[in-house]
């Protein structure tokens, strides 16, 4: 299959747990993200705290960053569990 193939996810136990593990990672750094920026919305409106709201829009802006990478990552890993299920059933005759 190739990347990015819904049907990736689904061939057995081992992916659908790997799959749900990424979502994971992914939601988490998704809300990260959401309250880097949130926060430091907040912190503009006092010239005391700009200095930190820069710093958490850059951690923030670094979180959205990380989300396609780690569905690439992800669909990397679930292409090659594909890979080496074929090659291990090819053998297992």
């Keep these: 299959m190739p990347l990015f193939h819904p049907s ?3 061939r057995n136990d081992r992916t659908r747990t790997l799959y749900a593990r990424y979502e994971i990672a992914y939601t988490i750094v998704d809300f990260l993200a959401a309250a880097c920026f949130l ?3 907040f912190l503009f409106f ?8 820069t710093w958490l829009f850059v951690a923030g802006s670094l ?5 396609p ?3 690439l990552v992800r669909e990397i890993h679930l292409y090659r569990m594909g890979k080496f299920g074929k090659l291990a059933e ?4």
């Design 90 to 93: 090819r053998y297992d005759d």
């Design 63 to 67: 979180a959205f960053a990380a989300k």
């Design 69 to 71: 990478t780690i569905r």
């Design 8 to 10: 990736n996810r689904d």
């Design 46 to 53: 006092s010239d005391a705290t700009q200095y930190a709201a």
């Design 39 to 41: 926060i430091g919305s």
